[in-house]
């Protein structure tokens, strides 16, 4: 029954990519983010839904000109194009040239995408579209988290995501879900329906409950550092503060005993004698990694270097757990590209975070582009979960991490556009008057003087 409703839904949905293209993005960040095939039992597993969909937005994209704006005049743009040549470089003197390119093909597709929705959704509806999708394709798996813990009490298993998606893991699935969470309560403060208001607000409430229950420690963080920044910046920080303490003291009696030692393993990785397997497999790596880019500071070893047994007997030595991937986004670009490509993408994501920061001041309280500075805002805080958790996940090129990117780029276009729609309305009373010289006045010629003759005596 999925799979033919899958088919019933890409039946309509394909063509309308072709001749919209902004909806081929949409539909493109639906299969990302709701993995609709993975859902399927029959058939529906084989389709080639992201194929589709993106095929014939690109296809689109071509017949029609008009959908386009040309790309944002912005440094992080600049940056993604000199990040794309950095990692194709290195990709060419991979230490394991056939597992890299399978990634550079992956990671290419993702940012031509991520491109693409920097031209089609500069205007404030789309863009507005965008955030809901991305809101609600994932906020379902918060959703359906919530009721699984309802029902089971949450003390056997973990909150999972779907299969044939890139958050299947249930870390993965816990940094997702802490990045929506800004969205979700941003956009329930300017809805102006009440039953969609309460809907955004309920999925918040839910999609917290299930971030604990996916027993991800990086998930942990990310949701400490997004929900004190949200209770700190909220117009309602009091009310808000409260509430949460209230419902976390209401909760902590049913709490499994499971969750609480996730929780307190935490501090125990601080020490080598208490620390566990998997906190000491993440140290290998990062040393690995470490002496992989000291060796190679320019290329790095190239996509996925680290799933190679010869890169750890080279740059660890013999004793080590097992290898392993780098399980942090910072030294997974660190061994993949080495000193370079890092400071490529450490300028990429400052860069990011200066032009958000910068919108979200010049539009901030303002009567017609004030939804500028709340976006900007939004998109930082859905950032913030992602570079701390990303510390302790594979997660360098993230779906969602892109297309926040991509929606920062957006609004830099939109504010440079609005700055130009103030400047035209400001009235011409208000402008300073231009110095106009004074002209010179000119007497009229004056007549000549009669001269009188002398009569003779």
């Known amino acids: 029954m999925r799979d033919i409703l899958l088919v019933l839904i890409l039946i309509p949905l394909v063509p309308a990519c072709f001749f919209r293209p902004w909806i081929g993005i ?5 299969v990302a983010y709701f993995s609709p095939h993975g859902m399927t039992w029959g058939f529906g597993r084989s389709i080639p839904v992201a194929m589709l969909i ?17 790309l944002p005049r912005a440094p992080a743009v600049y940056l993604l194009f000199a990040f794309i040549l950095d990692y194709t470089f290195t990709t060419i003197l991979a230490l394991n040239p056939d597992l890299a390119w ?8 993702s ?23 991305t809101a609600l394709s994932l906020g379902f798996f918060g959703v359906r988290g919530f009721f699984w813990v309802v029902r089971t009490g949450g003390g056997g298993g973990w909150v999972m995501g779907p299969d044939l998606s890139f958050f299947s893991d249930n870390n993965e699935l816990g940094l997702a879900l802490c990045m929506i969470l800004p ?33 991800s420690r990086g998930a942990y963080l990310g949701a400490a550092v997004i929900m004190g920044i949200l209770i700190w910046r909220s117009p309602w920080r009091l009310r808000f503060g409260v509430t949460v303490v209230v419902v976390a003291l209401i909760a902590a009696p049913l709490l499994p005993e499971r969750l609480w030692n996730r929780i307190a393993s935490i501090e125990q990785q601080e020490s080598a004698e208490t620390r566990d397997d998997s906190a000491k497999g993440r140290i290998q790596a990062w040393t690995t990694a470490w002496n992989l880019a000291s060796d190679r500071p320019f290329t790095g070893g190239g996509f996925r270097a680290l799933h190679n047994p010869f890169v750890w007997d080279r740059y660890y030595g013999d004793f080590f757990l097992k290898v392993r991937d780098t399980h942090s986004l910072y030294f997974e670009v660190l061994s993949e590209h080495g000193f370079l490509g890092l400071g490529i993408y450490l300028a990429l994501v400052i860069s990011t975070l200066l032009t958000l920061r910068r919108i979200r001041k010049r539009w901030r309280n303002h009567p017609e582009h004030g939804y500028l500075s709340r976006y900007a805002e939004m998109t930082q805080l859905c950032l913030y979960p992602y570079l701390v958790a990303g510390a302790f996940l594979t997660v360098a090129y993230f779906d969602i ?19 130009e729609a103030v400047q035209v309305a400001v009235p011409a009373q208000t402008r300073p008057a231009r110095a106009i010289p004074a002209r010179r006045r000119t007497l009229p ?10 009569r003779r005596v």
Do not use: C, N
């Not at 991520?114 to 404030?124: E, G, I, K």
């Not at 991509?406 to 440079?416: D, E, Y």
């Open 26 to 30: 949409l539909g493109w960040l639906w």
């Open 111 to 133: 940012l031509l995408m991520t491109f693409v929705a920097m031209t089609l959704f500069q205007d404030r509806a789309r863009l507005r579209y965008m955030y809901m999708v």
């Open 183 to 215: 969205i979700l309560i941003y956009l329930s403060r300017e809805e102006p329906r009440p039953w969609l208001k309460l809907g955004f607000r309920l999925i918040f409430g839910m999609t917290a409950v299930s971030i604990f229950f996916t027993y």
């Open 401 to 419: 991490y892109l297309y926040m990117i991509a929606s920062s780029m957006v609004l830099h276009a939109l504010s440079a556009r609005a700055e």
């Open 54 to 70: 993106g095929g014939a937005t690109l296809v689109g994209l071509l017949f029609t000109p008009a959908e386009r704006k040309p």
């Open 445 to 454: 010629a004056m007549a000549p003087r009669p001269q009188l003759r002398r």
């Open 102 to 109: 399978g990634k550079w093909e992956w990671v290419t597709k």
